[in-house]
């Protein structure tokens, strides 16, 4: 035993060596720095969220860089982010305790300075919001960025309306048997319920309920329920069944309506056992009319599990154009950890040995020359492909611990 410490006893001073070198080439950090970020707001910037670390990060994809982070309070998830161009405003609904994980409970809305991301007000709302392991649509900023409204759930169904413009709590609508938050104009938003219908809320012009109406019985929950990780066009919201059949839902009539559901898979593909998978599995890219879907092969039962490829549909023709491999963020995830870089040997061997989880949450931007981003729960690295091609670019690899939802400002 003493003979193999002897032994490592120059191997483990030579790296100590090293590591001391290495220490002394790092530049002394300024602290006390208050940074800020560019008056607009880019293209391909997206927001990351970490339920381990209770925040949401926002990078510039084209330089991986880290640009800032907001806080996300106490919860199972934090929040998506919502952004008022309009405003220069980021909104964030927490839960806070007095006792840090215990004690009397507050629910708010934090108001952050768009530019430095800096906390510049907040607004108290009843300690009731929903709070679960997705957090997709459990808040929604509506048209005209003056009503943010928060979907509540202890067990009963409501929603608490804040009026940003005062900053104030408007009031609190029951909405039982519905959930979610769907912007759908200025003053309407839609909600799914759970006896197959979808209902739409509009408010007046104070934030109070004007009126409400519901779709006709349009899906079957028991036997093949929606996911509540929809995705929002001009006019319709796109959300998809358990068993791939794509809804379009249009809140903007005085009653809302569903449009003729299809099929995301062929009958030789659904023999396959493709299925849509994840926590957040759609996006839009609605100037090119395309949707992108994570799907993999499973049983019934397995809506929520990683998918190893997104699919690419145009909407208008209802057929898939595309398909997309997803990249292994495993390597990735471990590059910051370990101390080795992108493209080396180490990078190569890794992404080839380590299995690939796949990717359960999809983004993209909105721009003419889109970037579609992966995410996965077991990571904090982010995936960045070139949305036209497929063509995985880069990775944000310090985007957090435990991967969460993607927004696109």
């Given at each position: 035993?003493?003979?193999?410490?002897?032994?490592?006893?120059?191997l483990?001073?030579?790296?100590?060596?090293?590591?001391?070198?290495?220490?002394?080439?790092v530049?002394?950090?300024?602290v006390g720095?208050v940074?800020?970020?560019?008056g607009?707001?880019?293209?391909?910037?997206?927001w990351?969220?970490?339920a381990?670390?209770?925040?949401?990060a926002?990078?510039?994809?084209?330089?991986?860089?880290?640009?800032?982070?907001?806080?996300?309070?106490?919860?199972?998830?934090?929040?998506?982010?919502?952004?008022?161009?309009a405003?220069?405003?980021?909104?964030v609904?927490?839960?806070?305790?007095?006792?840090g994980?215990?004690?009397?409970r507050?629910?708010?809305?934090?108001?952050?300075d768009?530019?430095?991301l800096?906390?510049?007000?907040?607004?108290?709302?009843?300690?009731?919001?929903?709070?679960?392991?997705?957090?997709?649509?459990?808040?929604g900023l509506?048209d005209?960025?003056?009503?943010?409204?928060?979907?509540?759930?202890?067990?009963?169904?409501?929603?608490?309306?804040?009026?940003?413009?005062?900053?104030?709590?408007?009031g609190?609508?029951?909405?039982?048997?519905?959930?979610?938050?769907?912007?759908?104009?200025?003053?309407?938003?839609?909600?799914?319920c759970?006896?197959?219908?979808?209902?739409?809320?509009?408010?007046d012009?104070?934030g109070?309920?004007?009126?409400?109406?519901?779709?006709?019985?349009?899906?079957?929950?028991?036997?093949?329920?929606?996911?509540?990780?929809g995705?929002?066009?001009?006019r319709?919201?796109?959300?998809?069944?358990?068993e791939?059949?794509l809804?379009?839902?249009?809140?903007?009539?005085?009653?809302?309506?569903?449009?003729?559901?299809?099929?995301?898979?062929?009958?030789?593909?659904?023999?396959?056992?493709?299925?849509?998978?994840?926590?957040?599995?759609l996006?839009?890219?609605?100037?090119?009319?395309?949707?992108?879907?994570?799907?993999?092969?499973?049983?019934?039962?397995?809506?929520k599990?990683?998918?190893?490829?997104?699919w690419?549909?145009?909407?208008?023709k209802?057929?898939?154009?595309?398909?997309?491999?997803?990249?292994?963020l495993?390597?990735?995830?471990?590059?910051?950890?370990?101390?080795?870089?992108?493209?080396?040997?180490?990078?190569?061997?890794?992404?080839?040995?380590?299995?690939?989880?796949?990717?359960d949450?999809v983004a993209?931007?909105?721009?003419?020359?889109?970037?579609?981003?992966?995410?996965?729960?077991?990571?904090?690295?982010?995936?960045?492909y070139?949305?036209?091609?497929?063509?995985?670019?880069?990775?944000?690899?310090?985007?957090?611990?435990?991967?969460?939802?993607?927004?696109?400002?």
């Open positions: 035993m003493l003979g193999r410490v002897n032994r490592l006893c120059p483990l001073l030579a790296a100590l060596l090293v590591a001391g070198a290495a220490l002394g080439q530049a002394a950090e300024r720095q940074a800020k970020l560019p607009e707001m880019g293209a391909h910037w997206v990351a969220s970490d381990l670390l209770s925040r949401s926002l990078f510039d994809a084209d330089s991986g860089q880290m640009l800032g982070a907001v806080d996300g309070g106490q919860g199972v998830t934090p929040l998506r982010p919502l952004v008022s161009r405003r220069g405003e980021v909104y609904v927490e839960t806070v305790y007095s006792r994980r215990r004690g009397e507050t629910d708010l809305v934090t108001i952050y768009a530019v430095r800096s906390p510049v007000g907040e607004v108290v709302i009843p300690p009731k919001r929903a709070d679960n392991g997705n957090g997709a649509w459990l808040a509506l005209g960025d003056r009503f943010l409204v928060v979907f509540n759930q202890n067990p009963g169904m409501s929603v608490s309306v804040v009026d940003l413009e005062s900053r104030s709590f408007v609190e609508i029951v909405t039982g048997g519905c959930g979610l938050v769907l912007p759908a104009g200025k003053l309407r938003f839609g909600m799914l759970g006896d197959g219908t979808a209902l739409a809320v509009t408010l012009e104070a109070h309920e004007a009126g409400r109406a519901r779709t006709e019985r349009f899906f079957d929950a028991t036997v093949d329920p929606l996911t509540e990780k995705v929002r066009g001009s319709l919201w796109w959300f998809a069944s358990f791939g059949y809804f379009g839902l249009d809140f903007t009539g005085e009653k809302p309506s569903a449009q003729p559901k299809w099929s995301l898979f062929t009958d030789a593909e659904r023999a396959e056992r493709w299925r849509i998978g994840g926590i957040e599995h996006a839009l890219h609605e100037s090119d009319d395309l949707l992108y879907s994570i799907v993999h092969q499973g049983g019934p039962g397995s809506h599990d990683a998918g190893s490829e997104i690419v549909y145009d909407l208008e209802h057929a898939r154009v595309r398909k997309i491999a997803v990249a292994n495993a390597a990735a995830s471990l590059r910051p950890r370990l101390g080795f870089r992108a493209g080396g040997a180490v990078d190569w061997v890794l992404t080839r040995v380590l299995p690939n989880p796949g990717a949450t993209v931007t909105r721009d003419a020359a889109p970037l579609l981003f992966t995410g996965q729960r077991e990571s904090g690295a982010v995936g960045v070139d949305a036209r091609t497929g063509e995985h670019l880069r990775d944000l690899e310090e985007a957090g611990i435990v991967g969460g939802l993607l927004v696109v400002p």
